[in-house]
């Protein structure tokens, strides 16, 4: 019976800012213990991650995000609820800029994403997503997956430190004071340690095997923990959830949202787009409501799902519980 009970827990590893382990087999017990040690309610409200000032997004005629307002803090499990339509995917598009706001801004990290001279995809490293449909290359192995950003990633930087070595060298044959060349992983090394990298989190989510099939062999449930850990594998400041398990067959949701949880538990920053209510309550630690493109309601699951204010969110609730 205490077997039935044990499960793989992931542990982010604070010290390292988001890089993230495993811990295999462990019961419920022990993992109260690593819950203990960083507890979900350590929120930084010192300076916001992201924030979200007066977003408008129109399309056409359509009016879909009318002035969100709404700062997101280092370890928030913000969960976005409310009608179909109501622009919450639109609301998490814009924060990983596939999206261009109509209005207002998005500052992430201190950087304004308006900013012309904001790189937006330096800005789309720190964020993972994870979208309903799975996000993976149906062409390329489980493996070549999960390493094929970090691969992408780091021959970009050694390009960058060979172009610029080049012209330390040359300035170099004609200082008295030589300038250090930037010093950058071979390429080998870059394929070696993401395939490493991959592999030790394969096995440690029981699905080492996995690494050589192609998508198209696995599971809703597994191509979604797959689609997690290549979200992760990035080691991303905040991770957006749009909807993650309700394209899954029902016997495979609680698997990855056992996965989430984890990851909620031991610090990642989250943004939560959800239809599943228990889980909002359970994992979320602010709730925001939309519906007619604005925050209709926003608070602590207990007052948002116990105690409703606004007509709207009280209609909604009725609906779905
Ligand atoms: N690229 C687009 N072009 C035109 N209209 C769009 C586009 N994307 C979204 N919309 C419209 O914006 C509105 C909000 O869509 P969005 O997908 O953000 O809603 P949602 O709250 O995520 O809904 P659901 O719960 O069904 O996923 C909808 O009316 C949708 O048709
Ligand atoms: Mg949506």
Redesign the pocket.
């Given at each position: 019976m205490e077997n039935s009970r044990m499960r793989k827990v992931v542990r982010l590893i604070p010290e390292t800012k988001g890089s993230f382990d495993f811990y295999e087999e462990k019961n419920e017990k022990e993992i109260n213990e690593i819950k203990k040690e960083t507890p979900s309610s350590n929120i930084d409200y010192s300076n916001p991650l992201i924030e979200v000032k007066g977003l408008k997004k129109s399309?056409?005629e359509?009016l879909?995000l009318n002035n969100i307002s709404t700062n997101i803090y280092p370890g928030e499990k913000v969960v976005v609820i409310?009608?179909?339509?109501?622009?919450?995917?639109?609301?998490l598009?814009c924060l990983n800029c596939m999206?261009d706001p109509s209005g207002g801004s998005i500052i992430f990290d201190g950087e304004d994403l308006a900013d012309l001279k904001v790189d937006i995809n330096k800005h789309r490293e720190k964020i993972g997503m994870v979208f309903q449909q799975f996000n993976l290359f149906n062409n390329l192995t489980v493996l070549q997956n999960i390493t094929v950003a970090p691969i992408h990633l780091g021959v970009k930087k050694l390009r960058k430190a060979q172009f610029k070595n080049f012209f330390i060298k040359i300035g170099n044959a004609f200082r008295k004071e030589k300038k250090p060349l930037i010093e950058a992983k071979s390429k080998k090394e870059i394929v070696k340690e993401a395939t490493d990298n991959a592999m030790k989190l394969l096995k440690r989510i029981g699905l080492e095997e996995k690494a050589s099939v192609y998508p198209s062999t696995l599971s809703g449930g597994q191509k979604q923990i797959i689609d997690i850990i290549r979200a992760l594998n990035m080691n991303p400041k905040v991770m957006l959830f749009?909807?993650p398990t309700s394209a899954l067959d029902p016997e495979m949701v609680g698997e990855v949202l056992d996965l989430i949880k984890d990851l909620a538990s031991e610090g990642m920053t989250m943004v939560i787009?959800t239809?599943e209510m228990g889980f909002a309550k359970e994992v979320g630690t602010r709730v925001l409501l939309?519906a007619d493109g604005i925050i209709a309601e926003e608070g602590t699951p207990s007052e948002v799902f116990d105690n409703p204010k606004n007509p709207r969110t009280i209609q909604f609730l009725k609906a779905v519980l």
């Open positions: 399309f056409g359509l879909v409310g009608p179909s339509g109501s622009g919450k995917s639109t609301f598009r999206e749009d909807e787009v239809h939309m």
